[in-house]
């Protein structure tokens, strides 16, 4: 089924350790984002791609990075595991303004703790 | 600083209301997002609006651009609706960055 696929769907990771967050799309969608999602703030974004080869920063970047050497692919890098990283992510994806109904496609989520 | 705000936070309603979700946002939001996440689940996009109103089933999404203001209805509300409103708004053009409402919380008892 065409859609955006995120794994893994949950990870546990120590404190230091680094590890990627897995996000490939099959809708030939330009843009490209991460959020996390923590209780009581809401939907955040860490970083989105507008396109093979571009990239910039959201609203919380510190400690995670990211790259998009395809158009299907946005994998986010956690560099060196927080507790304060500890969250729900998301991946989506969208044509952008004028996508139809909908606009973005959300992957499944990935629940990270860090401990 | 593009802002969107939601209310009510939580509502609880009897099989077959008629629910309404509002959303408030800033000057520089142009479209505006309705999403909808199960508890645990992940997100599913209802509706992108930048105008008028859109229907998809029982749902409607209206917008007022002069008043900044977007609500969400859901006719004939069933617990299978019981779900995690989010409003979330971008900017247009090729800005595609949201900034997202903090939920509403819709728990639709039988």
């Known amino acids: 089924n065409a859609g955006v696929t995120q794994t893994p769907k949950f990870q546990v990771l120590k404190t230091g350790q680094s590890m990627t967050l897995q996000c490939a799309q099959d809708?030939?969608?330009?843009?490209m984002s991460w959020y996390r999602q923590d209780p009581g703030m809401g939907l955040r974004l860490i970083h989105y791609s507008v396109g093979a080869g571009i990239t910039d920063q959201g609203e919380v970047p510190n400690g995670y990075n990211v790259s998009r050497s395809t158009t299907e692919d946005f994998p986010l890098r956690l560099l060196s595991a927080a507790p304060s990283q500890t969250s729900v992510y998301f991946c989506?994806?969208?044509?952008?303004?004028?996508?139809?109904?909908?606009?973005?496609?959300f992957g499944s989520g990935t629940r990270l703790t860090v401990v | 600083k593009n802002e969107v705000e939601q209310s009510p936070q939580n509502l609880t309603a009897q099989e077959g209301e008629f629910i309404t979700i509002n959303c408030s946002y800033s000057v520089g939001i142009s479209a505006l997002h309705w999403l909808q996440q199960h508890p645990g689940g992940g997100i599913v996009s209802l509706f992108m609006?930048?105008?008028g109103k859109k229907k998809h089933g029982r749902l409607i999404a209206t917008i007022n651009i002069q008043e900044k203001h977007s609500s969400l209805h859901i006719t004939a509300s069933h617990p299978r609706d019981s779900a995690v409103y989010i409003c979330a708004g971008n900017s247009g053009g090729s800005n595609y960055k949201l900034t997202f409402g903090k939920g509403t919380l819709l728990t639709v008892n039988p």
């Open positions: 609006l930048s105008s």
């Open positions: 989506a994806s969208s044509t952008g303004p004028g996508a139809g109904r909908r606009g973005y496609t």
């Open positions: 809708m030939n969608h330009e843009y």
